[in-house]
């Protein structure tokens, strides 16, 4: 979908309600009410601010995954060393994001 599409037809009203920053400023009044919750609202940024942290985890827990398998060929983690094919744990993936995210 073309993100700069404006138009008077309900796909540029939605696509132009995408691109809002306040609420005050959408056409759609359902989508204008969620968020107004979701920016607005203590509990709703409570959890927008949780969803957000679990998306965050979750594209952690990716990275690692991939970061493993990427350096099991190696087997070796920022100098911790694999012993007999078996990762030391997850202090290591800890570590390296720990190095990583300073």
């Not at 957000?52 to 493993?68: D, V």
């Amino acid at each position: 979908m073309n993100g700069e599409y404006r138009g008077d037809s309900d796909i540029g009203k939605l696509v132009h309600d995408f691109n809002c920053s306040r609420a005050d400023d959408m056409n759609f009044q359902l989508m204008a009410d969620r968020i107004r919750y979701l920016k607005e609202n203590t509990r709703g940024v409570i959890e927008m601010c949780q969803v957000m942290k679990n998306m965050r985890t979750e594209s952690l827990k990716e990275i690692a995954l991939r970061m493993l398998a990427g350096w099991e060929s190696e087997k070796k983690v920022l100098g911790f060393i694999y012993d007999n094919g078996k990762s030391k744990g997850m202090l290591s993936v800890v570590f390296c994001f720990d190095l990583l995210f300073l």
